[in-house]
């Protein structure tokens, strides 16, 4: 196939061949490719330049994801499959971005576990179900919640057991049925078993 004609729409540069099939490719593989027009091009060099055309699509998109927050591998993935790139080159790119350290897994973990725990008081079972939903592997997730302060989980249970008794208490003074809501809204936000029994242990229900 001999190209002829060459036309820059945006980012992309339109090529005519001569058998009247037009191929869109980045404007890069073709400026790197030194393509111009009467250049002859074979199936197989041409499957190459589309790819790499491709390759250089999915990281500037991967990039502009990124760029508005932090992204594990397979939720990278996930949002790149929906774009209708080919799956083997999304592996590709991803792997290329893991090796250029733009994507990690254990700092996203790490971050995550950070922002989650500290400001949002998340404990640890449901910081371990969200990070295993985002993909991540149980042996990264289980050294970074190593990392997280028990002493910290623990006052973060108390001051939302108080907060929760207190708007509880113009509903019951049962003493049982409030421990049973406040140990099922500590589960809820994914608190271990004996730390919310370590806290309604040593909390003051006002019944002494």
Known sequence: MTITALQKKGSNVLIIFDSGDP???????????????????NDETLGRLINESCFLKIKDS???????????VFELKKKLLTK??????IHSALNDLTEKKFLDDAQFAAEYVEERS??????????????????ISREIIESVLLNVDGDLSLRQAAELAAKKYKSLQHKTSDRKKLKGK?????????????VIMKVLNDFDFGDD
Do not use: M, Q, W
Request: charged share 35%; glycine share 8%; no cysteine.
């Open 182 to 194: 406040i140990y099922s809204f500590l589960s809820s936000r994914g608190f271990e078993s004996e």
């Open 62 to 72: 991967a990039f502009r994801l990124l760029g508005r927050r932090h992204h594990s």
């Open 118 to 135: 500290h400001r949002k008081k998340i404990g640890i079972n449901k910081l371990r179900a969200e990070l295993f939903k985002k993909g």
């Open 23 to 41: 191929v869109t490719l980045d404007y890069r593989t073709v400026l790197d490719n030194g393509l111009r027009k009467n250049d002859s091009l």
């Open 84 to 89: 209708k790139f080919p799956a083997e080159i």
